[in-house]
């Protein structure tokens, strides 16, 4: 897609507030060494920053025999962010200040067996009044970014399909701005860890960066020149459902033999019990949760089967990310979610190994692997950072659709 001039000064935008939040208070001369832009450019983008009240003059620092330098800050209190993590079992909801700080947060569990959209709104409704509820007089909520699992539609608000519920179609911006006040951005959970990843992890500051989602469902978030790629139809990513064996296991979106048939917890949990159906480990029942938790102490504490279990899984996926690999050349492949987290560093040792059994050796080179070093829920705080960009992109398109 051609980048037109206001997608570049909203990038640019972008740029210069996440080196607000990387550091503040700075001056305008940092920001251009540390953005690469003008100083004239950020000049004027500071400029528009102060008067969104997102940023705020505070002083001056010598800068040794010439004129003194304006310093300015983020302005944490300049507004507040919400972030909605709709998930298969729960529905987590976070508040940001400008900072990206936790200030509030509330987790609703979604009941076993629950389909329908209306308990999923009630329940976003009621975290977003929680949370908002400890916000002090007179403190705006610039917005609410929603994440919800599976193909969304951006634009039009929808849930296009979500595979656990079977939704097709759900107007799901509509059912909750006819209770929420506030401005609200819908996207799914792999779109908000790599946008996380961008503004406050591994991904920052890199051109081109893939971040690999590991938890029931799998994906790849993709960052190309610095940006989120959501592709023509905000598809972008679903590398869990590229062949990875022909004729392979069968996976719910119709295909055989899927990458998330083999490293998303079930997929894991199913291998287990494929090559040792007489360990204890197998027999752990259909929380995924739990069993990955055992799978990862049981690698801990030396289990031949969980190594093994271990090695399995790091095989097919470092094979499916030195395809990655290959046909993007990225910096950084950033393992998140919440597999990813439990099984660590054995995880990401074995996968660094099977991505170098594949992967030509010039882009191999240039790539790290590593574990996502966010220490919070990333769905959320990538789903706050989504208002956060409505707010910034919005600052000169008064015609932008505004929600009551
Ligand atoms: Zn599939």
Same mark, same amino acid.
């Given at each position: 897609?051609?980048?037109?001039?206001?997608?570049?000064?909203?990038?640019n935008r972008?740029q210069v507030l996440?080196q607000f939040?990387?550091h503040s208070p700075a001056s305008r001369q940092e920001l251009a060494a540390a953005t690469g832009l003008s100083s004239a450019t950020v000049a004027t983008l500071v400029g528009e920053l102060v008067e969104?009240?997102l940023v705020t003059e505070v002083g001056f620092v010598d800068s040794?025999?010439g004129r003194p330098r304006g310093l300015v800050a983020l302005?944490?209190?300049?507004?507040?962010?919400?972030?909605?993590?709709?998930?298969?079992?729960?529905?987590?909801?976070?508040?940001?200040?400008?900072?990206?700080?936790?200030?509030?947060?509330?987790?609703?569990?979604?009941?076993?067996?629950?389909?329908?959209?209306?308990?999923?709104?009630?329940?976003?409704?009621?975290?977003?009044?929680?949370?908002?509820?400890?916000?002090?007089?007179?403190?705006?909520?610039?917005?609410?970014?929603?994440?919800?699992?599976?193909?969304?539609?951006?634009?039009?608000?929808?849930?296009?399909?979500?595979?656990?519920?079977?939704?097709?179609?759900?107007?799901?911006?509509?059912?909750?701005?006819?209770?929420?006040?506030?401005?609200?951005?819908?996207?799914?959970?792999?779109?908000?860890?790599?946008?996380?990843?961008?503004?406050?992890?591994? $991904?920052? /500051?890199?051109?081109? &960066? +893939?971040?690999?989602?590991?938890? @029931?469902?799998?994906?790849? !978030?993709? =960052? *190309?020149?610095?940006?989120?790629?959501?592709?023509?139809?905000?598809?972008?990513?679903?590398?869990?459902?590229?062949?990875?064996?022909?004729?392979?296991?069968?996976?719910?979106?119709?295909?055989?033999?899927?990458?998330?048939?083999?490293?998303?917890?079930?997929?894991?949990?199913?291998?287990?019990?494929?090559?040792?159906?007489?360990?204890?480990?197998?027999?752990?029942?259909?929380?995924?949760?739990?069993?990955?938790?055992?799978?990862?102490?049981?690698? $801990?504490? /030396?289990?031949?089967? &969980? +190594?093994?279990?271990?090695?399995? @899984?790091?095989?097919?996926? !470092?094979? =499916? *990310?030195?395809?990655?690999?290959?046909?993007?050349?990225?910096?950084?492949?950033?393992?998140?979610?919440?597999?990813?987290?439990?099984?660590?560093?054995?995880?990401?040792?074995?996968?660094?190994?099977?991505?170098?059994?594949?992967?030509?050796?010039?882009?191999?080179?240039?790539?790290?692997?590593?574990?996502?070093?966010?220490?919070?829920?990333?769905?959320?705080?990538?789903?706050?950072?989504?208002?956060?960009?409505?707010?910034?992109?919005?600052?000169?398109?008064?015609?932008?659709?505004?929600?009551?």
């Open positions: 897609m051609k980048r037109t001039s206001r997608d570049i000064r909203t990038s972008y996440r939040i990387a969104l009240g040794g025999g302005n944490t209190e300049g507004g507040a962010l919400v972030g909605v993590d709709i998930a298969e079992t729960y529905v987590h909801v976070e508040l940001f200040d400008l900072g990206l700080n936790v200030v509030a947060r509330s987790e609703e569990r979604v009941r076993p067996g629950a389909r329908g959209p209306e308990e999923v709104v009630a329940l976003v409704v009621a975290g977003v009044h929680a949370v908002t509820a400890e916000l002090a007089d007179g403190h705006r909520v610039l917005g609410v970014g929603v994440s919800v699992p599976g193909q969304v539609d951006r634009e039009g608000g929808l849930s296009v399909y979500a595979p656990n519920w079977d939704w097709h179609d759900v107007p799901l911006l509509d059912a909750l701005s006819g209770q929420l006040a506030h401005p609200l951005y819908l996207d799914n959970p792999l779109h908000a860890c790599t946008a996380a990843e961008l503004w406050f992890g591994a $991904a920052r /500051g890199r051109s081109d &960066a +893939v971040v690999v989602n590991l938890g @029931t469902g799998v994906g790849a !978030g993709l =960052a *190309l020149g610095g940006a989120l790629h959501r592709g023509v139809s905000n598809s972008a990513g679903e590398w869990g459902h590229t062949t990875l064996v022909l004729d392979g296991r069968r996976c719910h979106c119709g295909g055989r033999g899927c990458v998330e048939t083999y490293v998303g917890a079930p997929g894991i949990m199913r291998s287990l019990r494929e090559l040792h159906p007489d360990s204890a480990l197998s027999r752990s029942g259909d929380d995924q949760t739990a069993a990955i938790d055992a799978l990862a102490r049981a690698v $801990a504490d /030396g289990d031949p089967v &969980a +190594v093994a279990t271990l090695g399995h @899984t790091a095989r097919y996926l !470092g094979a =499916a *990310l030195a395809n990655l690999v290959n046909l993007l050349n990225p910096e950084v492949i950033i393992l998140s979610s919440w597999v990813a987290a439990r099984l660590g560093e054995p995880l990401l040792d074995a996968v660094r190994e099977a991505v170098a059994r594949h992967a030509l050796r010039r882009p191999l080179a240039a790539t790290e692997i590593v574990l996502s070093p966010i220490p919070t829920d990333p769905v959320c705080l990538g789903a706050a950072t989504f208002a956060l960009e409505g707010a910034l992109t919005h600052v000169r398109t008064p015609l932008a659709r505004s929600r009551r």
